[in-house]
């Protein structure tokens, strides 16, 4: 049973650039989540989704950022015209069908830097 | 909006000693689930237990336990036989009914001293 994967694991960029990040949720859940974390804080939540439907973006944290998840499976998660202000980790989860099942199972995250 | 406050910033224990990290929380919903998750330094977050807003009844997951105080709206969890290992970040989160995202405290830095 593979978990959550995230790649990559690591980003640096330019300040201006634009940057991908690619979530693999665990097989057969079909809501997936995007976090941001930054230093010294928990957690922030950013969007989910359940199969390929985006449910809630309105905590997404400027219209730089936009997130997909075209069939359902893997998502991206894409910030244009990056800041050093985005330098942070980007953490992606995932949960069961069941609504009994709450639990969220979270992925390494990708470390992104902006120079 | 829902808030969740760690008051501890960081916390010590010798090992094989008993710790408490504090939580507390702010909702108006009936509906919602809490939870204790661990981070590791460099590694993946982690479930550690969770409650339901619903039941009485703490949640216990071997060594680890809370005490939900619903009415005062307090989560706390308990660490017993703490081990080299427990040595993490721990983020107490909420979740309201429903698939909307984690809210999560600041976390506590948990150090196991040998």
């Known amino acids: 049973d593979t978990g959550v994967s995230q790649d990559p694991r690591h980003k640096i960029t330019k300040r201006g650039q634009n940057v991908t990040f690619r979530c693999d949720p665990i097989?057969?859940?079909?809501?997936l989540y995007w976090y941001r974390q930054t230093l010294g804080q928990g957690p922030e939540f950013l969007t989910y989704?359940?199969?390929?439907?985006?449910?809630?973006k309105s905590r997404l944290l400027s219209d730089r950022f936009s997130a997909e998840r075209p069939k359902g499976s893997f998502s991206t998660l894409e910030i244009q015209r990056t800041e050093q202000g985005d330098s942070a980790m980007y953490l992606c989860?995932?949960?069961?069908?069941?609504?009994?099942?709450?639990?969220?199972?979270f992925g390494p995250g990708t470390r992104l830097l902006v120079l | 909006a829902q808030t969740v406050t760690q008051s501890q910033p960081e916390m010590s224990v010798q090992e094989a000693e008993t710790v408490t990290l504090s939580c507390t929380y702010d909702?108006?919903?009936?509906?919602?689930?809490l939870f204790w998750y661990k981070q590791p330094p460099s590694r993946q977050m982690i479930l550690v237990i969770r409650?339901?807003?619903?039941?009485?009844q703490n949640a216990t997951e071997n060594r680890f336990s809370v005490n939900f105080q619903k009415a005062a709206k307090s989560f706390s969890l308990k660490i017993s036989d703490s081990q080299l290992g427990d040595a993490a970040m721990y983020f107490c989160?909420?979740?309201?009914?429903?698939?909307?995202?984690?809210?999560f405290g600041k976390g506590t830095h948990l150090i196991i001293q040998p």
């Open positions: 097989s057969e859940h079909n809501r």
């Open positions: 989860a995932s949960s069961p069908r069941d609504r009994a099942q709450e639990t969220q199972y």
């Open positions: 909702t108006s919903e009936s509906d919602y689930y």
């Open positions: 989160a909420y979740r309201r009914g429903g698939a909307d995202g984690l809210t």
């Open positions: 989704f359940q199969n390929e439907a985006q449910l809630e």
């Open positions: 409650q339901e807003a619903y039941k009485q």
